[in-house]
């Protein structure tokens, strides 16, 4: 009689089972992976890339290397040069490089490169590159008596950190430092300007997520317990807002809130006040509070809703039902368990309360402003790597509160709908 142990099962055609079983797993992993290819390919070019070449621009800038070859092998065979006393080799590399650049119409894009760290140098290159041609031995007498600029150690200081392409100059520029003739430093408190922004965006971020949430719990509970048929009902005013422009909503805010708009027109005819005491609610920070807790609401009330339509009513009734008041089940009983959706709902907010810049754009006017809008300014008319060094900046806060989500929560229990 066999061994029953040494009896080895097969498939119908006579393979084993145990080998049949992994090739049909490994088939059906490739046809996964093949369903999902195109998804993952779509994310690759569209997100991937994009955020890719955005941290690559953050310390990218070849405008001043490219023009001002001269002088950039200069400060490469001569690191530790005192920029509060540039020999004469130095400012006959410059000279050649500023009479190039006027033949190659490349004065803008080096000056305009320097005065990202040392303001006022375009004008300064400009005149440089007019002059340069016809400048004669010693170089840096000449330069200086065109313009005692050229002698000054913040831009040399300026000039040797832009003759590399890579550098990290935008990161301190965003981070309110300034170059100065004894190197980097913090600049003064009329000139913090992007770390005021950072505070003042993650401020009004948490403010409108604490007002979502408190606005959207009850209108989660209240859609979670009612018969389906009424839930139903409210569901879809809750998706409306979906369903209508952004661009839409936000003007609308801004015909009900203006100080001639329907509201303090309301509030006038009721008596509650003058005609000169109107609320100024457009333009300024409640502006764009308000606009944005409006468009950000949905996406608090669904993550609650996901969570709170699974509680079963019985838990509450026994809590009851033992002694507890309302107050107590709902601390003890009800609340933790809303805990995922809490989570998942004022991370979703609070992300895109970041982001956001159209809404402060039309709403906030020069008070309501955050930091997403100075990456707009930056990327459409100043400074392309500026702007893709604060959103680097803005994109590793990011990446750090969902690793603080993580950790506090876990990610595996997030709820989102």
């Known amino acids: ?32 992976f093949l369903l999902v290819l195109p998804l993952l390919l779509f994310v690759l070019l569209t997100f991937l890339v994009p955020i890719g070449y955005m941290l690559k621009r953050s310390f990218e800038h070849d405008g001043f290397t490219a023009s001002a070859p001269a002088l950039v092998e200069w400060f490469a065979a001569h690191p530790d040069f005192d920029p509060a006393n540039p020999p004469e080799e130095a400012f006959a590399a410059l000279t050649q490089d500023l009479a190039r650049m006027q033949v190659e119409k490349t004065t803008g894009i080096a000056g ?24 004669t031995p010693p170089y840096r007498e000449a330069l200086v008596a065109l313009d005692a600029a050229w002698g000054t150690p913040v831009l040399w200081r300026g ?16 981070s309110d430092m300034k170059l100065t003739d004894s190197g980097w430093q ?16 993650f401020l009004v971020s948490g403010i409108i997520t604490v007002l979502c949430l408190l606005l959207a719990f009850p209108v989660s509970h209240l859609l979670a317990t009612l018969p389906m048929r009424k839930s139903s009902l409210l569901m879809i005013l809750v998706l409306l807002p979906f369903w209508t422009s952004l661009l839409v909503r936000t003007t609308t805010w801004i015909a009900l809130l203006q100080e001639q708009g329907v509201v303090n ?20 920070m409640t502006g764009t509070i308000v606009a944005m807790t409006h468009v950000l609401l949905p996406f608090m009330i669904l993550p609650l809703y996901s969570v709170m339509r699974v509680i079963p009513p019985s838990y509450a009734r026994a809590a009851r039902s033992l002694g507890a008041t309302s107050w107590t ?31 402060p754009a039309l709403v906030g006017g020069a008070d309501g402003q955050l930091i997403s809008n100075l990456i707009s300014f930056h990327m459409s008319k100043s400074n392309w790597s500026l702007a893709a060094a604060i959103a680097a ?25």
């Open 1 to 32: 009689m066999a061994d029953a142990s040494s009896t080895v099962l097969t498939t119908a055609d006579g393979r084993p089972l145990k080998a049949a079983l992994a090739t049909a797993l490994v088939r059906a992993k490739r046809r996964a």
């Open 112 to 135: 305009t490169r320097i005065n990202y760290s040392v303001p006022g140098t375009i004008s300064l290159f400009k005149k440089g590159a007019r002059e340069a041609k016809d400048m």
């Open 159 to 174: 000039m040797q950190s832009a003759a590399s392409t890579y550098t990290p100059e935008f990161y301190y520029v965003a």
């Open 186 to 201: 913090r600049g003064g408190d009329k000139e913090r300007i992007y770390l005021y922004l950072f505070g003042k965006t």
């Open 265 to 284: 027109d309301l509030l006038v005819n009721l008596g509650l006040l003058s005609d000169n005491g109107r609320l100024r609610m457009m333009y300024n």
């Open 329 to 359: 089940t709902f601390r003890r009983v009800y609340l933790p368990q809303t805990l995922p959706g809490i989570a998942a709902g004022s991370l979703l907010v609070f992300i895109l309360a970041v982001g956001y810049y159209i809404t």
């Open 393 to 417: 900046m803005l994109l590793a806060a990011i990446l750090l509160l969902y690793w603080l989500y993580d950790r506090l929560i876990g990610i595996d229990r997030l709820k989102l709908g």
